[in-house]
């Protein structure tokens, strides 16, 4: 058995958590392998809507076992919050979680200096999710990192010691902070963190593919956020794609099998960070009304734009993309023309390939096409779809050279079409 992999191609909240619920049946195991809770995935069925953050998204699913893997990074108190609140709606998570002993915990003093290194920063600003990603992520690159497998060796004394250099460093900074109270709820998040199996996750990952056990690798962010291709500095500080899989995990490449790509019918991005095909104007506003593009989390509204292809085929190459899935269709119903980005005008230069850097002179090149002007959200099959709307997925799939294989056309799980049935 492979490992198979669902990233997002834009700049994250594409739809993932919904599609991973929706193809966790399919699978014995889904896991997290980078990022923590600067994530929100939504999920909605029977009438209720969930956000997980740091917990993977087939934890709704019976019988399934949920791992967050050694490229992950974790907020006690978040988790705790984040447990109960599953718990507290009949979700029982004990036994069906566990967490690598290779992750990294988020201290309260990250979060502090998440804060101070944005104040620095003043308009160059990242426009961070403010949860200590970046400094939690910087400690275990400057191998200063604390680890959940850390918990049971002198982990007061570790503690402190990295607290009292995160308080040299905010100090410096001049940064006024409260540390008393985040540490209350930081500590009590550690005994939540302590119920559940901590385990050494490559060897349970190694034994369950010798087993045949089938792994969905759920990831966060999206392609245009990571570390090293992502708009940078405009980005998170974790690989998002493919190849974070096996670091995230600890799966060697030649076991990952498919690769899900996920994005919207549109494109959004939160926080700062170029966005060639941004829409200011009254169309960004229906767009953001009538996708609700308004952070999972945060809440922060979300910026919004047409697709931009250019963008979308660099992602498809780096993660080796092997199907599609194109969320939130719905959104553009009542459309009358759609516009797709085809490629960049840069100093007078029509560019197609992603370049090193995107800023201000890139102009996007649009194709319009026909709206389909209809109401998908009802649509439980491909033959039901209008033919404008079929004609929107074959240019997106011949200008991706990919099929998309998944369309969905409502937040529900049930609002959701595949299109040809072999996963
Ligand atoms: P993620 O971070 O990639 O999991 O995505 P988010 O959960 O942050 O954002 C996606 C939002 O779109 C959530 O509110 C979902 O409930 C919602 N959503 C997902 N798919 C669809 C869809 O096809 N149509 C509509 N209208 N909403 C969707
Ligand atoms: P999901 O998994 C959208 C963005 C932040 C900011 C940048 C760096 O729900 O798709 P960080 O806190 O990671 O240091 O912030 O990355 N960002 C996201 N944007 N969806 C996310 O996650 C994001 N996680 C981080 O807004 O621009
Ligand atoms: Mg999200």
């Known amino acids: 058995m492979k490992v198979d992999v669902l990233l997002g191609l834009q700049w994250g909240d594409e739809g993932k958590g919904k599609i991973v619920d929706v193809l966790a049946p399919n699978y014995d195991i889904v896991a997290r392998f980078q990022g923590g809770p600067n994530a929100g995935h939504t999920l909605e069925f029977e009438g209720q809507k969930y956000v997980l953050r740091s917990i993977p998204s087939g934890v709704f699913q019976d019988g399934k076992i949920n791992v967050i893997g050694n490229g992950a990074t974790l907020d006690p108190a978040l988790f705790k919050a984040e447990v109960e609140a599953l718990e507290g709606s009949g979700h029982c998570l004990t036994d ?39 400094p939690a992520y910087t400690d275990k690159v ?81 392609t245009m956020l990571d570390i090293d291709f992502g708009s940078y500095p405009f980005v998170t500080s974790s690989n998002t794609i493919c190849a974070g899989a096996c670091t995230g995990l600890g799966v060697p490449p030649s076991k990952i099998g498919e690769v899900f ?80 980005c085809v490629a960049y005008e840069i100093e007078e230069q029509e560019i197609e390939d992603f370049p090193f850097e995107i800023n201000e002179s890139v102009k996007p090149i649009y194709v319009e096409l026909d709206g389909w002007k209809t109401d998908m959200t009802k649509m439980q099959s491909e033959e039901e779809f209008p033919e404008e709307f079929n004609a929107y997925l074959s240019f997106l799939e011949e200008n991706l050279g990919i099929n998309i294989k998944i369309v969905s056309v409502g937040p529900d799980r049930e609002q959701t079409i595949i299109r040809y049935n072999n996963l």
């Open 96 to 134: 069906r979680l566990y967490i690598s002993k290779k992750a990294h915990l988020i201290l309260p003093t990250h979060r502090l200096l998440d804060a101070a290194y944005e104040a620095q920063k003043g308009n160059e600003k990242i426009g961070t999710t403010g949860k200590g990603i970046g």
């Open 142 to 222: 400057s191998r200063n990192g604390l680890r959940i497998g850390d918990l049971d060796h002198q982990f007061e004394e570790k503690y402190r010691n990295a607290v009292a250099r995160h308080e040299t460093l905010l100090r410096q900074m001049n940064f006024e902070y409260d540390l008393a109270s985040l540490e209350k709820e930081w500590f009590e998040g550690i005994e939540t963190v302590k119920r559940f199996q901590r385990i050494d996750s490559d060897h349970f990952f190694h034994k369950a593919l010798a087993e045949n056990k089938k792994i969905l690798a759920e990831g966060a962010q999206g």
């Open 261 to 340: 790509g996920v994005f919207k019918a549109y494109c959004t991005r939160v926080g700062s960070g170029p966005f060639p095909t941004e829409l200011s104007d009254a169309t960004g506003q229906l767009l953001r009304d009538r996708g609700r593009e308004y952070g999972s989390v945060t809440g922060r509204p979300r910026r919004c734009g047409w697709i931009d292809l250019v963008a979308l085929r660099y992602a498809i190459q780096i993660d080796g993309v092997t199907q599609l899935m194109m969320m939130k269709s719905d959104i553009l119903d009542t459309f009358d023309t759609i516009k797709a």
